[in-house]
């Protein structure tokens, strides 16, 4: 049997019933042997069971043979499917149902997809992987019409990798209700005392280098370097394209190097390595 079908005893009944649903909703088919209409609809659960790799849990109950648990929940009739959420049965419906009527039924309790992806981009998170947990959120920002949970996961990103301006940019777009709940407040904290933090000394020698002698190619691409070294890649980036715009082989091809070696450190699915890969492309072709 599926990792995702449980067959409930009297001794898995409170686990797998009840303490479970507070942890995703429990999809209860109450059956017997004799039902038809229940050899039918069984099909249809556990291919649903199976489709959605977890999301729920398929529990099975024979009615006869546990019919103190089916008296308990108030059955009646064969098949009864039910939901069961935080401890309570919440929904459900009897006899057998087409498969769009029980996906129905059970898109109204599952995660949305943005869910999924926030859930997929924490634990890229606590694995520090900033960039990957980036590409999750982005689009579940749009999805989710720029749910509050999502942006803050966003910022805390932005702020870890050093993008500052990015993360002052969604921060100053939080609506007003949402600043009330303590991880603004903490996460605008966070990016006060990072920029605070400044720039290595070497990137402040170096600005200072260039901005006593703006053209100067090789100053650009050691600050550019050093960016990248401290994670300013933005800041990289915009060092180095207007000299690709003016040349894609300037320098003999070590900026455009560069340039495509910084991208990649960003990794694909990063939105800034997207933006700045397709401003590349712009110019090649």
């Known amino acids: 049997m599926s ?17 479970e649903s507070f942890n995703r909703p429990v999809l209860i088919d109450f059956w017997a042997e004799w039902c038809e209409p229940c050899k039918s609809l069984m099909p249809v659960l556990e291919k649903l069971a199976n489709e959605y790799a977890g999301q729920f849990l398929l529990a099975k109950v024979n009615a006869d043979e546990l019919n103190m648990i089916a008296s308990q929940f108030g059955v009646r009739s064969l098949p009864t499917v039910m939901v069961m959420k935080d401890g309570q049965p919440v929904d459900g419906f009897n006899g057998a149902q087409p498969e769009q009527t029980v996906r129905e039924l059970l898109n109204k309790y599952l995660p949305k997809p943005w869910e999924l992806a926030l859930g997929r981009a924490k634990l890229l998170m606590e694995e520090e992987k900033y960039g990957e947990a980036i590409a999750e959120l982005t689009p579940a920002y749009e999805e989710s019409m720029q749910a509050a949970a999502v942006l803050f996961a966003l910022v805390d990103c932005y702020i870890n990798i050093k993008r500052f301006e990015q993360a002052e940019e969604l921060l100053d777009s939080v609506k007003l209700v949402d600043q009330q709940d303590a ?101 090649m072709y």
């Open 183 to 283: 991880e603004y407040g903490n996460l605008r904290s966070q990016l006060d005392i990072a920029k605070q933090a400044g720039k290595s000394p070497e990137i402040e020698t170096l600005e200072a280098a260039l901005a006593a002698d703006p053209d100067n190619i090789d100053t650009k691409m050691q600050l550019a370097a050093q960016y990248t070294h401290g994670e300013y890649h933005k800041d990289a980036l915009e060092l180095l394209f207007p000299l690709l715009r003016k040349s894609l082989n300037a320098k003999d091809g070590e900026v455009k190097k560069q340039y495509v070696d910084i991208l990649a450190v960003l990794g694909k699915g990063d939105p800034l390595a997207v933006e700045y890969q397709r401003k590349l492309y712009t110019l």
């Open 3 to 19: 990792e995702h079908i449980v067959e409930i005893t009297l001794e898995n009944a409170q686990a797998q019933l009840i303490e």
